[in-house]
Every structure is written in C-alpha cells, then in structure tokens.
C-alpha cells in the first residue's frame, strides 16, 4: 500500500503560521498583564494604575531599596548581618520566658522595614509584657564582635 503524502500549499503554511504567532503573541501579552497586575499589588503608595506610572514607580522603589542597602552596609561596614540582633539573642530571650520562636522575618511596608516574630506559648496580658521586656532588652543590649559594638536598634 502506498501512502500519499499530503503537502500544503505555502498560503496554507502562511495561514497555519501567522496563526501560531498570534497564539504566542496572546499568551505573552496575558502573561505581561498578570506581571504588571502583581506589580500594583506590591508597590506601596501607587496612585496611578496605568502601565507607565506602575513602571516609574517600580524603578524608584528599587533605587531606594538599594540605596537603603548601601547605607545599610555602610553603617555595618560592609556586612548586613548584624542589622537585626542575632538570631540566637531573640531565641534565648523568648526562652527565657518559656516562649518558642515560630518565624521571624523582615517585612518591607510602605517603604519602611518592620521586623516581625511569631512567638507561641504565652496567656495573657502578664505573659505578653514579660515577652515585651525580654525582647526589648535583647534588642537594646549593646554587644562588641571583634572589637567593634554592635549596632543598636
């Protein structure tokens, strides 16, 4: 049995391709939308919602950022390790008190930073203040590594 081989015409290749190209061209459009849809929720403080201010603000809001970062490694001379206290010093302080340290992480709002702890293991208000003041005092103590003080926040 002999088979035939079917071939298109070059109008019907032209067609087949032009529309493989608008399908690519389609996805990459939706797939630019949901990009700049995620970009108006993060950027804090936007006021215009059209593409070009979303793009402006993006490239101010990380020239900020990094020019945060620099002061940042500036005043720790070059090492961003000991911004925050170490992560041992809050442990042992919520141990203390016998809490346990769930997460802790640092959040960046409104172009500011905000340190948050999740901490379990307390009731009530008592339990609260006890927490308050040992962080506090681990957050204020000045400690030297190599010499030098650490940064107090």
């Not at 067609?15 to 995620?38: C, F, G, P, V």
């Not at 603000?57 to 206290?85: D, F, H, N, W, Y």
């Not at 948050?116 to 040992?134: D, H, I, S, T």
Request: hydrophobic share 35%; glycine share 8%; with cysteine.
């Amino acid at each position: 049995m002999v088979r035939l081989k079917q071939t298109k015409s070059k109008a019907e290749v032209n067609i087949t391709n032009a529309l493989k190209h608008r399908i690519a061209e389609r996805h990459r459009r939706r797939r630019i939308s949901q990009q700049y849809d995620m970009l108006r929720t993060i950027l804090p403080t936007l006021i215009k919602m059209d593409k070009a201010s979303v793009l402006g603000k993006t490239i101010r809001q990380v020239r900020e950022l990094k020019k945060r970062v620099k002061e940042m490694k500036a005043v720790c001379r070059g090492s961003l390790e000991r911004v925050l206290p170490g992560e041992s010093d809050l442990t042992r302080e919520v141990r203390k008190v016998n809490g346990t340290v769930v997460r802790a992480e640092m959040v960046f709002i409104g172009g500011r930073n905000k340190s948050v702890l999740w901490v379990k293991g307390f009731r009530g208000n008592e339990g609260m203040g006890m927490l308050k003041r040992a962080l506090k005092m681990a957050v204020d103590r000045p400690k030297k590594k190599n010499g030098k003080p650490r940064l107090i926040l």
